[in-house]
């Protein structure tokens, strides 16, 4: 039996009513930091409803297992799931592990290359066990989609497929600017949004989460609902959190992104290279601090107050979450002794031989450069030190002995070299 002949006729008009004080804190919760809330006053009534006949809602984050790793950009919609969460609702974490095969088109020019099975449950293995860094993991429900997209086969395919039009689907922007263009669309690609949609019908969401750029994959799930004879969810959307450049999204392929698994130190010098202005739009979308007490440090910094102190005082705070306090702690003294010039305590220790070693070579076989022309490149630049002197000869040939080599601010080696 495939999921819509299990579905209840859920779709009736429910009575208005009123807001206790509490679904209104509820409703502050939910809306602080996002893009959208669609829309608000049926959110209300669910929450209103939720709390009279004390079944929690239940609420869903769907995301393709496309790399193996999260990033702090991740956590953006993963903290406004967890703020439900404490709020006594029932959250579903799913894992995209069918709609990955497919490559969501969402904000691309080009068709997303689809991935394999064996990258697919390569990468699902850590997803949840990092998303359980920031949600409460014996409360939170994990899902698969295969669980019921494998079983809808060709014929259910074609059902699904028959209460949406080619119209509705183009008028996604990315798709409209493909056509015009006349950039290929693959048709699989126009299943995307329907199989996303699908998965809110599978789990009878109340209200599923997802970053701007998803904003048409949830309003299908919502107008799905109502085919399948479903109350319609309630749709939150989150902002997309630039990188550390400051002007692209995060992504670990545009190298600008703060990974949740990254050793504490990394985290907090990466988050310490951020601007000035770009700090605050972290805070808004990465502190769980109040609204008060953001508003506090930006006053105390137009007041004169160093920007760098309110920088350090967020490093740490998101430190602290993925590792611990002492890591934070431990992590500023680091970051501090760097910018005196001094030498972490935690650097790598390698042996090579081959004296003497051209400083190319040597940078590259410490694995502190890529290749021996970007170690070229960095000398050039005099981003090169050994034993804390600059490097600016390109054709220095390093003798026999133990050192210390460092590129840039943050790559160390301590090398000995026979």
Same mark, same amino acid.
């Given at each position: 039996m495939d999921v819509s002949q299990k579905l209840q006729n859920n779709n009736t008009p429910a009575q208005t009513l009123p807001l206790t004080d509490s679904v209104l804190e509820a409703m502050a919760v939910a809306k602080r930091g996002v893009d959208e809330l669609l829309i608000e006053s049926e959110f209300a009534q669910k929450l209103a409803r939720s709390e009279k006949t004390g079944k929690p809602l239940r609420i869903k984050l769907g995301l393709d297992p496309t790399a193996p790793d999260l990033h702090l950009g991740h956590t953006v919609v993963l903290n406004k799931m967890r703020q439900l969460q404490d709020l006594g609702h029932n959250v579903i974490f799913l894992i995209g592990d069918f709609t990955s095969m497919i490559g969501d088109p969402s904000g691309r020019n080009i068709t997303r290359p689809p991935l394999t099975r064996e990258q697919?449950?390569?990468n699902a293995k850590t997803y949840f066990a990092q998303a359980?860094?920031?949600l409460d993991a014996a409360k939170t429900e994990i899902r698969y989609n295969s669980e019921w997209s494998d079983p809808l086969g060709a014929r259910g395919m074609?059902?699904?497929s028959a209460k949406y039009t080619v119209a509705r689907i183009l008028e996604r922007e990315d798709f409209t600017k493909r056509f015009k263009a006349g950039t290929p669309i693959s048709v699989h690609e126009l299943?995307?949004?329907?199989m996303q949609g699908y998965d809110s019908v599978a789990l009878q969401s109340d209200l599923e989460l997802g970053g701007t750029d998803q904003k048409f994959n949830l309003l299908v799930g919502r107008e799905l609902q109502k085919d399948y004879g479903q109350e319609p969810q309630c749709i939150l959307t989150m902002p997309l959190l630039e990188g550390l450049d400051g002007v692209e999204k995060m992504s670990k392929s545009k190298g600008n992104y703060v990974g949740i698994t990254e050793p504490g130190n990394t985290m907090f010098a990466k988050l310490m290279s951020i601007s000035d202005t770009m700090m605050w739009r972290y805070y808004d979308l990465l502190s769980f601090r109040s609204i008060a007490d953001i508003a506090q440090f930006r006053k105390e910094v137009e007041e004169g107050r160093n920007p760098r102190d309110i920088k350090v005082l967020l490093?740490?705070?998101?430190?602290?979450?993925?590792?611990?306090?002492?890591?934070?702690? /431990? *992590? %500023?003294?680091d970051f501090n002794n760097r910018a005196k010039g001094g030498i972490p305590d935690d650097i790598p220790e390698v042996s090579l031989s081959g004296a003497p070693l051209g400083i190319g070579q040597l940078l590259k076989q410490a694995n502190l450069c890529p290749s021996t022309s /970007? *170690? %070229?490149?960095?000398?050039e630049q005099g981003g090169v030190r050994i034993d804390g002197d600059t490097v600016s000869d390109k054709g220095l040939k390093v003798d026999a002995g133990t050192f210390v080599l460092q590129v840039g601010k943050r790559k160390f080696a301590r090398v000995t070299l026979s």
């Open positions: 697919i449950e390569e359980s860094l920031v074609i059902q699904l299943l995307y949004p329907l490093a740490q705070e998101i430190v602290t979450r993925f590792h611990s306090k002492q890591a934070a702690e /431990d *992590a %500023l003294a /970007d *170690a %070229l490149r960095m000398v």
